[in-house]
């Protein structure tokens, strides 16, 4: 994905967190580090290999970081990076905009 050429930032940016979970995801971490089930939880309508595939996704994209513990049972942890952070402002932002026209549209 790094060779592929945009023709404007938005296309950029919806390429990283486009798609039905991407975002959603997102913003479920935005409030602190879960674990695999607890956004199962959050998310009951995705499947576990949907989220498997978008958490790898955004995590090789650097928009989020995988924490394994060595515990028994292991335990894994998602949260946002540094660079994931830097969309909290977009996130609350079409959080609004949904808030907003959810009714209307």
Known sequence: MADKKYS??????????????KSVILWWLKGGSKRFGELMQLMPDISQKVLTSQLRE???????????????PPRVEYSLSAHGKTLSPIMELMCEWGKANAKTL
């Open 8 to 21: 404007c930032p938005v296309e950029f940016t919806l390429d990283r967190i486009g798609g039905k979970w």
């Open 58 to 72: 955004l995590e090789a994209d650097g928009l989020i970081e995988r924490q394994v513990f060595a515990e028994s």
